[in-house]
């Protein structure tokens, strides 16, 4: 079984980006993502409303680090510190050396290629400091940039769950993506 541990936290690099510690001083950009219904419009969660549920959102990214459950990292250009998504590794099956991965940016800084550009990086260090066999990403169908992001970072399309979750009075499906460390 893996052993995984997120101390120290390590800052990732990419070319455009530094994905760094995510931190309450980035209170202000978690709420826009969070509190946002086009950036949450395929993420079945409730809004956040308040700045008390931005700080527990960020808490909660905190303890999943201090805990070896979870690792997000805030998604910024290099040289400027300002948050402009999240992507990290969630559920954390180390019995099974898979994780799932997921993000979200900012609307104005869709379509630029940040999110494929973050992915790849993720994945990287999921497979070689995490060692993880497989890596899943499970999305909302009718989210085509998402799956796009995924495809350019060889995801293959594994499933299509139909309502099998169920969200705010309806029932919604899911598609599962995965990579294996080949």
């Given at each position: 079984m893996l052993n995984i541990n997120f101390t120290p936290f390590h800052n990732l690099e990419t070319e455009r980006l530094l994905l760094r510690r995510v931190d309450n001083n980035d209170l202000k950009e978690v709420f826009a993502l969070r509190s946002n219904p086009e950036t949450m419009?395929?993420?079945?969660?409730?809004l956040v409303t308040t700045d008390e549920e931005?700080?527990?959102?960020?808490a909660m990214i905190e303890s999943k680090i201090e805990s070896n459950e979870g690792?997000?990292?805030?998604?910024?250009?290099?040289?400027?510190?300002?948050?402009?998504?999240i992507i990290g590794h969630y559920r954390i099956k180390p019995e099974h050396y898979r994780a799932e991965i997921?993000?979200?940016?900012?609307?104005?800084?869709?379509?630029?290629?940040?999110?494929t550009e973050a992915v790849q990086e993720v994945?990287?260090?999921?497979?070689?400091?995490?060692?993880?066999?497989?890596?899943?990403?499970?999305i909302d169908p009718?989210?085509?940039?998402?799956?796009?992001?995924?495809?350019k970072n060889?995801?293959?399309?594994?499933?299509?769950?139909?309502?099998?979750?169920f969200?705010?009075?309806?029932?919604?499906?899911?598609?599962?993506?995965?990579?294996?460390?080949?």
């Amino acid at each position: 079984m893996l052993n995984i541990n997120f101390t120290p936290f390590h800052n990732l690099e990419t070319e455009r980006l530094l994905l760094r510690r995510v931190d309450n001083n980035d209170l202000k950009e978690v709420f826009a993502l969070r509190s946002n219904p086009e950036t949450m419009k395929y993420i079945p969660r409730p809004l956040v409303t308040t700045d008390e549920e931005a700080l527990a959102h960020i808490a909660m990214i905190e303890s999943k680090i201090e805990s070896n459950e979870g690792i997000n990292w805030a998604i910024t250009y290099k040289g400027d510190p300002k948050l402009i998504g999240i992507i990290g590794h969630y559920r954390i099956k180390p019995e099974h050396y898979r994780a799932e991965i997921g993000y979200m940016i900012l609307p104005e800084f869709n379509g630029m290629g940040i999110v494929t550009e973050a992915v790849q990086e993720v994945v990287k260090y999921g497979f070689e400091v995490m060692k993880l066999h497989s890596i899943e990403a499970v999305i909302d169908p009718d989210n085509l940039g998402s799956a796009k992001v995924l495809e350019k970072n060889n995801f293959k399309k594994e499933a299509h769950f139909i309502e099998n979750e169920f969200f705010n009075g309806r029932f919604l499906d899911s598609a599962v993506y995965t990579i294996l460390n080949k």
